[in-house]
T-cell receptor, first 112, second 114 residues
Framework: AQSVTQLGSHVSVSEGALVLLRCNYSSSVPPYLFWYVQYPNQGLQLLLKYTSAATLVKGINGFEAEFKKSETSFHLTKPSAHMSDAAEYFC??????????FGTGTSLTVIP | DTGVSQDPRHKITKRGQNVTFRCDPI?????LYWYRQTLGQGPEFLTY????????KSRLLSDRFSAERPKGSFSTLEIQRTEQGDSAMYLC????????????FGPGTRLTVT
């Protein structure tokens, strides 16, 4: 079965600083990987996805992620944090059967 | 495209009561998923449908939980004899047919069992 590990349940950064949220996956086959953002009392919104095309994936709101097969990682980055980036972020992996597996999430705090 | 909708958004019920939630997926999406999310956790898979067929159920889904999608459009999730441990956000998501796509999530139904 697939699984996702998000290192760091809470991350704090200063406004304008680099955002780095970590995600490692375990998969026996090439995975499909996703990053979602969730604001309080809302559903999940897609930030970006990797589906075996370019390894560097650009998403909305200035976020990007790089697929590294050798490290089984799909870390999310943003060069400069904004106050509106404060939210919960989830990494997810999907298999060919259409089943999705989510990490436990990382709560991002942006300090003014 | 009006997105995935869920009703109600909030439900407070007493322990032992039955509750039913509804999810309306994006109209052309034939796969529909239900998840449960507790505070500080990611969504936990409960079940999913391909059209009206329920293809997989999680072991988390006890016999008090049942889901239906009778006409392959909207879906309902019923919890019988609710327990305090059922308090959570219940999320619905849908994807179109064919290939691999991201899931489109509804806003969720927050259940509080008192």
């Amino acid at each position: 079965a697939q699984s996702v590990t998000q290192l760091g349940s809470h991350v704090s950064v200063s406004e304008g600083a680099l955002v780095l949220l970590r995600c490692n996956y375990s998969s026996s086959v090439p995975p499909y990987l996703f990053w979602y953002v969730q604001y309080p009392n809302q559903g999940l919104q897609l930030l970006l996805k990797y589906t075996s095309a370019a390894t560097l994936v650009k998403g909305i709101n200035g976020f990007e992620a790089e697929f590294k097969k050798s490290e089984t990682s799909f870390h999310l980055t943003k060069p400069s944090a904004h106050m509106s980036d404060a939210a919960e972020y989830f990494c997810a992996v999907s298999d060919l059967g259409g089943q999705f597996y989510f990490g436990t999430g990382t709560s991002l705090t942006v300090i003014p | 495209d009006t997105g995935v909708s869920q009703d109600p958004r909030h439900k407070i019920t007493k322990r032992g009561q039955n509750v039913t939630f509804r999810c309306d997926p994006i109209s052309e999406h034939n796969r529909l998923y239900w998840y449960r999310q507790t505070l500080g956790q990611g969504p936990e898979f409960l079940t999913y449908f391909q059209n009206e067929a329920q293809l997989e159920k999680s072991r988390l889904l006890s016999d008090r939980f049942s889901a239906e999608r009778p006409k392959g459009s909207f879906s309902t999730l019923e919890i019988q004899r609710t327990e305090q441990g059922d308090s959570a956000m219940y999320l619905c998501a849908s994807i179109p047919s064919g290939g691999i796509s991201e899931q489109y999530f509804g806003p969720g139904t927050r259940l509080t069992v008192t």
